[in-house]
């Protein structure tokens, strides 16, 4: 299956700055997926990236606060903007595994925590 | 909508007992694919097995195995000879369409202990 490499596993950051998460996949893949997961909860998609045009996002979720950028066919970066306490979660990348057909890889996660 | 359902937010079994984890979902869709991830303190999400909705032969990977039940929009999970390492979240979920602009919808996860 494809491999993803997930940039940092995870991080404490103080309220107001920025985290710019990175995720590197081993093969080219068409579209990649963010998804956040709140402490003791199921994933919630944020957004798809395709590369060469805008992220789509999910209700709720919008480009000021989570901008991603998808510059090439295998990498992918997620920012989480002006964080506050509720940001405190994990995030995951996701890809369509090219290998394993429909079924999708995720990355290790970030552990992000917001003081 | 489309939704999945996991009614059972903590199962726990003997190690080498068998346990059987529930999910049901909702889509008027024909054509999908239905998963089971594995989320163990890692939090590394791990596919344990895959099931295509056109496929009446229910999915088996070693000891995982799945029941499927498309008129009832059933999909439960069994783990037979459960090991030690199998404790985790375990989340069911589905994709529809067969192009990679779909997005997976996700159950709320049953926790799994395997008590030794």
């Known amino acids: 299956s494809a491999v993803i490499s997930q940039k940092p596993s995870r991080d404490i950051c103080q309220r107001g700055t920025s985290l710019t998460i990175q995720c590197q996949v081993d093969s080219q893949v068409t579209m990649m997926f963010w998804y956040r997961q709140q402490p003791g909860q199921s994933l919630t998609l944020i957004a798809t990236?395709?590369?060469?045009?805008?992220?789509?996002?999910e209700s709720g979720f919008v480009i000021d606060k989570f901008p991603i950028s998808r510059p090439n066919l295998t990498f992918s970066t997620l920012t989480v903007s002006n964080m506050s306490p509720e940001d405190s979660s994990i995030y995951l990348c996701?890809?369509?595994?090219?290998?394993?057909?429909?079924?999708?890889?995720f990355g290790s996660g970030t552990r992000l925590t917001v003081v | 909508a489309q939704t999945v359902t996991q009614s059972q937010p903590e199962m726990s079994v003997q190690e080498a007992e068998t346990v059987t984890l529930s999910c049901t979902y909702d889509?008027?869709?024909?054509?999908?694919?239905l998963f089971w991830y594995k989320q163990p303190p890692s939090r590394q999400m791990i596919l344990v097995i895959r099931?295509?909705?056109?496929?009446?032969q229910n999915a088996t990977e070693n000891r995982f195995s799945v029941n499927f039940q498309k008129a009832a929009k059933s999909f439960s999970l069994k783990i037979s000879d459960s090991q030690l390492g199998d404790t985790a979240m375990y989340f069911c979920?589905?994709?529809?369409?067969?192009?990679?602009?779909?997005?997976?919808?996700f159950g709320p996860g049953t926790s799994l202990s395997v008590i030794p």
């Open positions: 990236a395709n590369q060469g045009s805008e992220a789509t996002y």
């Open positions: 996701s890809v369509e595994d090219p290998r394993t057909l429909y079924g999708y890889t």
């Open positions: 979920a589905f994709v529809v369409g067969l192009t990679s602009y779909d997005k997976v919808i």
């Open positions: 889509t008027s869709e024909n054509n999908y694919y």
């Open positions: 099931q295509e909705a056109y496929k009446q």
